[in-house]
């Protein structure tokens, strides 16, 4: 295949909020620093100060005033918690923890990579949930899978920047040369005689010599490491079991009040009127008022706020609400419409955007042509902690307590709907309840900011479950009508996907978050002959991205269509599909974020074998292959199905063969995998969005049901370890899930599954 359908864009902003990728990219170039894991140009700088003296170490990507002052302050700096590392003289170590926590374990595996490089025992160290300081932490945000190689890099240099210092202290106080040193779990140890220091009677010391070129220190060879690779248990754990309040939902402030913002059901609709008098009357109200809003995507949409003086209040004054809406142009859109224009324009021929070789010639001289047509609904990302943000507005500052996944993105907007200077909006991070994708936009952190403005006490902001499904960024829904070609001895040597392409309101050459399709999600690059063609429909329901962006789906239908033409073919679902990587390479060299087929072979070799490929199975019984390279890993996945006489499906094993370098935490990574298979199958089941004029149809998990526990399948795990950088797991074990199974029903009963979830072609998951 043409190396130039494998210039992926899959990574890593393509999955960030774009209006935030573009100001941080400006900043970064104006700054002439950078924010991505390329190191060369940054400036680590040394903390001095601290009260009762040690060392502590930040680095710097700009210059604020901030930085600088704790950089010059000579000995008189405060005590900075917001430092990578600190080292006291009593010997206590403390990391900070830079990015958002959504479950995903990155509190705690991004603080172990600078222990592993500071050589400093996990059982000694104290992890903090640092600031938001974009100068002092570069990007701090949790999507795309990026936390692992965006900072791989950067915190390996920063933890044997602070060993270099440690163990250069030690030399001088021995009058010994360095090369005679070595730390050693919160020691150096002079090899000579044996002697040993700790980090704390080194701190001071160490404090006071010269920053080192990160460049020019040492990392440790991954045959060195002593704690990553091993299974090491989140941070917060024990708070978590023990009900302490981490979550956003848990905050509390004194004198704060609670808060529920309407809008209109169907998206886009303004206020024209609504009965605030009567609201203000009811239990414990203690304000109702309109906002106009801003009406831009992703921020500040027209509603009604009404606070409370519990959250119980202003729940039962909403149900009281009564407003006369003025629906804005998403109120002409339906599901159904669009089920039906996709069936029309996918039937004929439309514009080209991607074409390799020569389909018309596929198509004419092929032994055997394939045709079949696969749709999937939009999504809710329905996270266990509904959207909420606690606000306080008071001497021109405003302070959020905001569990977003783009904390760094919230100041720039306020400063544009609210007035209010960027420098003049603090943002503490919290732990979050869920993200998926949901909470990189930050409309209901506008909202908490905006009404939080109007008063004079702290206000948290609460969604109920029905407000979160009513007004999520969905994941888009889609249609492909695909063809595909085989020759007399059974090989691909065409595929066409006529699809459709939803796009932006404001501008129609653009497709919503999530929404595009390209010839590299195919993933099968010894294809001669592709096209894709692409119809546009705009849409106004906000879409999103959602867990996988884009993989999410077209994993689904790629992948089932594959394991469909080698069915048409009769050939082994294996062999074809390893036929279709072609010989071990990269689709683009010297990119390690292209496509590599060697790791998409051995990945996919390793689940057939580990799941028992070519085994025999019971009438009733399948086995189905998947795979798919997301968001820089790779995976594969073989399921195992047991089919009864009334389509009822029991998936009995699944098997994940991956290759995202190293697993860096199994206690994390093991959580990740298990919930994308989990996650996958619940979503395969039964999950799906649908509207009528602009408006969401279901309200809560009784009509958007969530699989239980009972429903869960065994679940096992083949980790590869390469050479490779370690990259991100919190959505690179979701795509290849639901072909797998589908492929698996299909081996089982001869059915063929096309349409997601698969409730719609009479299956039912138990």
């Known amino acids: 295949m043409n190396k130039d359908l494998y210039d992926y864009e899959l990574i890593p902003d393509v999955d960030m909020p774009a209006e935030f990728v573009a100001r941080e990219n400006a900043r970064s170039a104006a700054a002439a620093e950078e924010t991505d894991a390329s190191i060369p140009r940054r400036r680590f700088l040394k903390l001095t100060g601290i009260a009762g003296g040690g060392l502590a170490l930040a680095f710097a990507i700009g210059r604020s005033q901030r930085v600088h002052g704790a950089h010059h302050g000579g000995g008189h700096a405060p005590f900075a918690p917001n430092s990578f590392i600190q080292i006291k003289p009593d010997g ?29 025992p996990w ?107 091993k299974f090491v248990a989140g941070v917060d754990n024990r708070d978590l079991v023990t009900g302490q309040p981490l979550f956003g ?49 992703g921020q500040l949409m027209p509603g009604v706020a009404i606070l409370a003086r519990s959250t119980y209040e202003a729940f039962q004054a909403e149900k009281a609400l009564q407003v006369s809406w003025d629906k804005g142009p998403a109120s002409s859109e339906s599901w159904i419409d669009f089920k039906e224009q996709a069936r029309e324009l996918t039937s004929k021929p439309g514009p080209v955007t991607e074409s390799q070789g020569d389909m018309d010639a ?55 709907l609210l007035d209010i200077e960027q420098d003049d909006v603090e943002i503490t991070q919290l732990r979050i309840g869920g993200g998926f994708g949901r909470r990189l936009i930050n409309d209901f952190v506008c909202e908490a ?35 595909g070609t085989l020759d007399s001895k059974g090989k691909l040597t065409g595929f066409q996907d006529r699809t459709i392409v939803f796009t932006q309101p404001s501008n129609p050459k653009r497709p919503v978050r999530g929404g595009n399709v390209r010839a590299a999600n195919v993933q099968c690059p010894e294809i001669p ?50 036929e279709q990587f072609g010989e071990p390479r990269w689709m683009k060299e010297g990119d390690a974020r292209a ?56 998936v009995d094993r699944v098997v994940v063969a991956a290759d995202v370098g190293m697993l860096l935490n199994p206690a994390g990574g093991e959580n990740q995998v298990e919930g994308s298979v989990v996650d996958g199958l619940s979503t395969l089941a039964g999950q799906e969005i649908s509207f009528e004029e602009g408006a969401v149809r279901q309200s809560n998990f009784d009509d958007y049901p969530l699989l239980r526990m009972p429903s869960t399948p065994k679940i096992e795990m083949h980790w590869m370890t390469t050479d490779h950088s370690p990259t991100g797991l919190g959505e690179p074990a979701f795509p290849p899930l639901a072909a797998a199974v589908t492929n698996a029903i299909h081996d089982a009963t001869g059915k063929r599954i096309r349409t997601m979830p698969i409730s719609k072609e009479g299956f039912q998951v138990v």
């Open 362 to 416: 596929a198509i004419s001289g092929a032994d055997k042509t394939v045709d079949a047509f696969y749709t999937y609904p939009f999504l809710s990302h329905s996270n266990l902690e509904p959207q909420n943000c606690t606000a306080w507005y008071r001497d021109g500052k405003m302070q959020l307590w905001a569990p977003s996944q783009t904390p760094q993105a919230i100041a720039g907007m306020l400063a544009n």
């Open 595 to 650: 496509f590599n087929t060697e790791r998409a072979i051995n990945v996919t070799k390793l689940a057939a074998e580990k799941g028992d490929w070519g085994k025999r199975m019971k009438k009733g019984q399948g086995r189905g292959l998947s795979f798919y390279f997301s968001h820089l890993g790779y995976f594969a996945e073989v399921a195992e199905v047991t089919v009864d006489d009334s389509n009822r499906v029991t």
């Open 249 to 297: 939902i848990d905050q509390n402030l004194p004198g704060m009040r609670y808060a529920v913002y309407v809008k209109c059901p169907s998206f886009g609709g303004a206020v024209k009127r609504a009965n605030l008098e009567e609201l203000k009357g009811l239990p414990g109200v203690v304000d109702a008022f309109i906002l106009k809003g801003n009406s831009v995507d």
């Open 92 to 120: 206590s170590i403390v990391l900070a923890a830079k990015n958002p926590e959504v479950g995903q374990g990155v509190k705690t595996f991004l603080p172990m990579i600078l222990a592993e490089e500071l050589e400093a």
């Open 449 to 483: 900011a905006a009404i939080a403005k109007r008063v004079d006490y702290p206000v948290k902001l609460m969604w109920n479950r029905e407000a979160d499904m009513a007004h999520d960024f969905y994941r888009v829904g889609g249609f492909h009508n695909l063809k």
């Open 529 to 578: 002959n592709v096209r894709i063609e692409t119809h546009q429909i705009p849409l106004q329901v906000p879409c999103g991205w959602w867990r996988a962006p884009g993989s999410c789906a077209l994993g689904w239908v790629f992948q089932s269509f594959i394991h469909e033409m080698a069915v048409a073919a009769d050939r082994d679902h294996l062999e074809f599909l390893l």
């Open 123 to 229: 059982e000694s160290v104290m992890i903090e949930q640092s600031d938001i300081d974009r100068d002092r932490f570069g990007i701090q945000s949790a999507g795309g899978s990026q936390s692992t190689p965006r900072n791989w890099n950067l915190l390996r240099e920063a933890g044997a920047v602070a060993r270099t210092m440690l163990v250069t202290a030690a030399a001088q106080s021995w009058g010994v040369d360095a090369s005679k040193c070595k730390a050693d779990q919160g020691f150096v140890v002079n090899e000579s005689t044996g002697a040993k220091l700790s980090y704390g009677e080194l701190a001071t010391a160490a404090a006071k010599l010269p920053v080192p070129d990160a460049k020019s220190v040492t990392l440790k060879e991954r045959s060195e490491f002593k704690l990553l690779g």
